[in-house]
Nanobody, 121 residues
């Protein structure tokens, strides 16, 4: 099993910044990708950003130029730096990892519990 713990969410005014952190632990042989999803009330869960094993990244168009994803100094950690926040960024943000528990594991997904980000106007 893998545990992913998010932190850094909170309430911020429009135009402000937050940095979300995610730490993965447990029976992890290797992590292929880590990423961030978000889900606002009444809306579909959407992919925000992905960090690949070679440190290349994907950033969704809706947050491109404002959000960045990066690897933390600690093993199996990832950050989401959120700048110029807008009210429409309000959502629960979930950390995700595509990982293998053993050498023979072809891959599986793990999810964090989520952290609330609220952007006021």
């Amino acid at each position: 099993q893998v545990q992913l713990v998010e932190s850094g969410g909170g309430l911020v005014q429009a135009g402000g910044s937050l940095r979300l952190s995610c730490a993965a632990s447990g029976n992890i042989y290797t992590i292929n990708t880590m990423g961030w999803y978000r889900q606002a009330p009444g809306l579909q869960r959407e992919l925000v950003a992905t960090l690949y094993s070679d440190d290349s990244t994907y950033i969704a168009d809706s947050v491109k130029g404002r959000f960045t994803i990066s690897r933390g100094n600690a093993k199996n950690t990832v950050y989401l730096q959120m700048n110029s926040l807008k009210p429409e960024d309000t959502a629960v943000y979930y950390c995700n990892a595509d990982y293998s528990a053993t050498y023979y594991d072809p891959g599986q997904l793990g999810w964090g519990q989520g952290t609330q980000v609220t952007v006021s106007s």
